[in-house]
């Protein structure tokens, strides 16, 4: 059985660009932004396991794991992708490429964290997702209310495109996402921060109303890399500001430089 469930917009002959979406959402997350790049090229939406339409299965998730599966099931089937992930999903892009970078050309990380690098502070996120997933148990729609009120999603629920995005959420099988929420935790998740030289041609973007993230996207600066800031946006790029994001990946993806601000 196919590890993803993919769904492609535009032309078949046009420059392929993959989009994985983060923890809880779908391919139909990414519409909007597939619209918005249109027909000029090949966008290969992927819903991760137990997600979407795509099952979860019995076996048992990892990262790794994943990325190894992303590279056999899709990305070899393609010419050299654009690889873009959002969140969870970036986390995903960020090991596929460094484990498979003959696989990918350019890696675009949306409200991405290349891992924790703190051995205790990793310890710690494993426990709180564990105790989410308890949550998600017990009474899924109170957990997404919580979710959406952390400090990272800023004032997306006033967005007009939230309540669209939260029925969709509601869809979830809740026993399926308390097991991703563990599996995938990123206290699971060894730090990549020592391999992020490894990388080439990657770009961060991220929304300066997202504390969290901003911050992020700053020390990654520091050190060198592209990093693009969508104002009046957080955590949800691409439900908040997809004419935006799109607009920085047909930059990323036709011309070579950095992304506009």
Known sequence: MSTFTTYTTGRADARPVVLIHGFMGSAADFGDLAEGLGDEHHCVCVDLPGHGDQP?????????????????????????????????????????????????DKLVLVSTSPGIPDDDARGDRRQKDRERATEIRQDYPAFLDRWYRLPIFGELRQHPNFEAMLARRLQNDPEAMARVIVALSPGRQPSNWHRLDELDDTTWLVGADDPKYAALGARLHGIG????????????????????????????????GEPAE
């Open 56 to 104: 979860l299965g019995d076996a048992e998730l990892s990262l790794p794991d994943l990325a190894d599966a992303l590279r056999t099931e899709i990305l070899d089937e393609l010419d050299q992708p654009v690889l873009v992930g959002y969140s969870m999903g970036g986390r995903l892009a960020l090991q596929t490429a460094l484990d498979h970078p003959e696989a990918v």
């Open 225 to 256: 890399h592209h990093v693009g800031i969508a104002e009046h946006a957080a955590h949800a790029l691409h439900v908040e500001r997809p004419n935006w994001l799109a607009e920085q990946l047909e930059v990323l993806i036709d011309v070579a």
